[in-house]
C-alpha cells in the first residue's frame, strides 16, 4: 500500500543517515477504505493527494514540536506491505508496523523555500484551524497553497546538502 508519512527535514537527515526511520507513533496516511467511501467522485490519484495532504498537515503538528526545524512541509510516499487501518482516527490515518526504510521510499515531497514564511504561520494556527477557526484556517491555506516538490529517493541527500 502506497502511504504518506509526515515528516520534518530533521527526520529526512535520520533516514538519509540511518537508512530507516520510525514515524511517529506509526502514523501515515493512506488511501484507505474509508477514505474512498468519503469521496462522492474523483478517481484513485485524487484521493491519494488527499491522503498526502492530510500528511502535509499533519508535518505542521511536528514542526510546531520542533522549533529548531527548517519550516517546510515535508512527506514521505512509500511502499508498505502491512499497515493498520485506523478509520477511528480518521479516514486516511494508517499506523505502521515498522519504520521507513529507504528500500520502500517512492518519494519524498519537500516545501520549497518560497514556503517557509506561510509554513512558519500555519505551524502556530494548525490546531485552531481544525477546531473550525476561519481565520486560522485562511492563514493554514496560504500555506496549502504551495504544492510540495517531488524528489527521487536518491535525490533526498542532494537535496539535503543544499538546504
Not at 136 to 147: I, K, P, R, W
Amino acid at each position: 500500500m502506497r502511504v504518506y508519512v509526515p515528516a520534518t527535514v530533521p527526520m529526512l537527515r535520520r533516514l538519509v543517515d540511518k537508512g530507516e526511520l520510525h514515524p511517529v507513533n506509526g502514523t501515515a496516511f493512506a488511501l484507505t477504505p474509508a477514505l474512498r467511501e468519503s469521496y462522492a467522485t474523483g478517481d484513485t490519484e485524487e484521493m491519494e493527494y488527499a491522503a498526502m495532504l492530510d500528511a502535509a498537515r499533519a508535518s505542521l503538528r511536528l514542526l510546531s514540536l520542533d522549533v529548531d526545524a527548517p519550516p517546510r512541509r515535508a512527506v514521505l510516499s512509500a511502499d508498505i506491505d502491512r499497515v493498520e487501518l485506523r478509520p477511528d482516527l480518521d479516514y486516511s490515518v494508517v499506523r505502521l508496523n515498522g519504520p521507513v526504510t529507504m528500500q520502500c521510499l517512492a518519494a519524498a515531497h519537500v516545501d520549497t523555500a518560497d514556503a517557509e514564511d506561510a509554513v512558519r504561520q500555519a505551524v502556530k494556527v494548525v490546531d485552531a484551524a481544525d477546531l473550525g477557526d476561519p481565520d486560522a484556517e485562511f492563514v493554514l491555506g496560504s500555506a496549502e497553497d504551495h504544492e510540495l516538490a517531488w524528489y527521487a529517493p536518491q535525490e533526498l541527500p542532494f537535496l539535503l546538502d543544499l538546504m
